[in-house]
């Protein structure tokens, strides 16, 4: 029995359709990286909500050791998630 070799090409035409360049992405890599983006910044609010909820749980004295009095943590704290 013969053996069949495969050739495998990374960007051949499909279905009629010139390759495209490896810096160039479809459609989903486009949506997948604005899911990713988005999902960074989302990410990131709420990390920075989290330090802002932190700031109301911190006693005077603690207020006192990063400079900030309890005015200035209520003022933080209650700021919007967007803010």
Same mark, same amino acid.
């Given at each position: 029995?013969?053996t069949?070799?495969?050739?495998h090409?990374?960007? @051949?035409?499909?279905?009629g359709?010139?390759?495209r360049?490896?810096?160039?992405?479809?459609?989903a890599g486009? *949506?997948?990286?604005?899911?990713?983006?988005?999902?960074?910044?989302?990410?990131?609010l709420?990390?920075?909500? =989290?330090? =802002? #909820?932190a700031? *109301?749980?911190? @006693?005077?004295?603690? #207020?006192?050791?990063?400079?900030?009095? =309890?005015?200035?943590?209520?003022r933080?704290?209650?700021k919007r998630?967007?803010?």
């Open positions: 029995m013969d069949i070799g495969t050739f090409h990374p960007r @051949t035409e499909l279905l359709q010139p390759a360049p490896t810096g160039q992405r479809g459609f486009r *949506l997948v990286q604005v899911v990713r983006s988005l999902a960074k910044w989302i990410d990131h709420l990390e920075r909500r =989290r330090g =802002r #909820l700031l *109301l749980e911190m @006693t005077d004295d603690q #207020l006192k050791d990063i400079g900030l009095s =309890r005015c200035d943590a209520h933080e704290g209650i998630l967007w803010e």
